[in-house]
């Protein structure tokens, strides 16, 4: 039956969201004592400086989605179930990825005075990432409470957007590496996922101003879930090739 279906998804979803973030584990050291010398508004806000608490937040975010697509109709649907795959598979493990990287980009190019053009860029990777973050979640948040089917779309615009402003800020020539170090994306590579992220917003958008099950609102939300399923097919490749190679070491090291 579709509701017993629904559950499976659920719980699916639930135990993948879960299992990272138990297995990498390790227990953290006491926070230090704030030095007062050192200005309030220098503090970092911890749930955007931890990437331990991104997996949980993209998990929870795909199980909501999935519920509210138990109740949702068909179109509705595959807008919330992509958009789950998407936010599990891609943008969570993709952003947690990024906000460590940023976090060591900083500690590789150190303060000083006056701030090197390493430090500059370190500093705008970092609040890219973040503003990202932020905004993508929020996007992702309102598509499950969102009591209107309009409402859905244009939380998945939001999402979409983001992305779109993310490459537009430069985030591409600012990007660093897992290990904090500049690795600028090629103009080509940056400039193909813009493109796709405008489209998929533009079509998100007009989906979510057309009148509701019109053929209109079916054709670029279907557009939308193409998308997005795709972005969520890939991420799940990737994390998929990425465990075979976890594997692969841990026999070479025995």
């Known amino acids: 039956p579709p509701m017993a279906m629904m559950k499976l998804v ?5 135990a993948t969201s879960c299992v990272g973030p138990v297995l990498s584990f390790s227990p953290t050291p006491l926070p230090k004592i704030h030095d007062r010398s050192t200005p309030i508004f220098s ?30 109709s068909m179109t509705d649907k595959a807008v919330l179930v992509s958009t789950a795959a998407l936010s599990l598979f891609n ?8 906000l460590a990287s940023a976090k060591r980009s900083l500690k590789r190019y150190p303060s000083c005075t006056p701030p090197s053009a390493a430090r500059k860029k370190a500093l705008k990777w970092r609040l890219l990432v973040r503003m990202k973050i932020v905004c993508q979640l929020i996007g992702l948040i309102f598509m499950p409470v969102s009591k209107s089917t309009n409402g859905i779309m244009y939380g998945a615009a939001t999402v979409m957007a983001t992305n779109m402003l993310f490459f537009l800020g430069g985030a591409g020539k600012a990007m660093h590496d897992n290990d904090g170090a500049a690795a600028p994306m090629s103009t080509s590579k940056s400039t193909g996922l813009l493109t796709v992220d405008t489209v998929l917003t533009i079509a998100a958008l007009l989906a979510a101003t057309s009148p509701v099950n019109s053929s209109r609102y079916v054709k670029f939300s279907y557009v939308y879930a193409g998308g997005a399923a795709i972005g969520g ?17 841990l026999k070479t090291r025995s």
């Open 10 to 14: 659920v719980q699916i979803l639930a």
């Open 233 to 249: 097919l890939e991420g799940f490749i990737v994390m998929i090739a990425k465990l075979f190679e976890r594997k692969s070491n």
């Open 91 to 98: 943008l969570g493990p993709t952003d947690n990825a990024r």
């Open 43 to 72: 503090r970092r806000l911890p749930a955007v400086q931890s990437a331990k608490i991104l997996p949980v937040a993209y998990g929870g975010a795909s199980i909501a989605l999935v519920y509210r697509a138990a109740t949702a």
